[in-house]
């Protein structure tokens, strides 16, 4: 069972940034993509970005795009969210996961970390 560690949450300003950390507890091998999802008080969870851990590949949401960034380390079975130009819209709780190979669907989900942004 993979587990994922989220980090980095907090309080900040509006325009102030913010980076985000999961750690993965196995080897990334296993894996496909890893995902990063918030969900705002009184709202469904939405999709924020995606990376492929073999190919890089990446994909945002168009309220996070030119803001938002995810990376990825392998060698630390580590993906990043450096978050910027903050805005209050994109305070709520924010989830790493992770699909494996073939699946289409998430499969393995963190804790959540919050990240609240005031205006």
């Known amino acids: 069972q993979v587990q994922l560690v989220e980090s980095g949450g907090g309080l900040v300003q509006a325009g102030d940034s913010l980076r985000l950390s999961c750690a993965a507890s196995e080897r990334t091998f296993r894996l496909n993509r890893m995902g990063w999802f918030r969900q705002a008080p009184g709202k469904e969870r939405e999709f924020v970005t995606s990376i492929g851990w073999s190919d890089g590949s990446t994909y945002y949401a168009d309220s996070v795009k030119g803001r938002f960034t995810i990376s990825r380390d392998n060698a630390k079975n580590t993906v990043y969210l450096q978050m910027n130009s903050l805005k209050p819209d994109d305070t709520g709780v924010y989830y790493c996961?992770?699909?494996?190979?073939?699946?289409?669907?998430?499969?393995?989900w963190g804790q959540g970390t919050q990240v609240t942004v005031s205006s």
């Open positions: 996961a992770a699909t494996n190979y073939g699946s289409r669907e998430y499969d393995y």
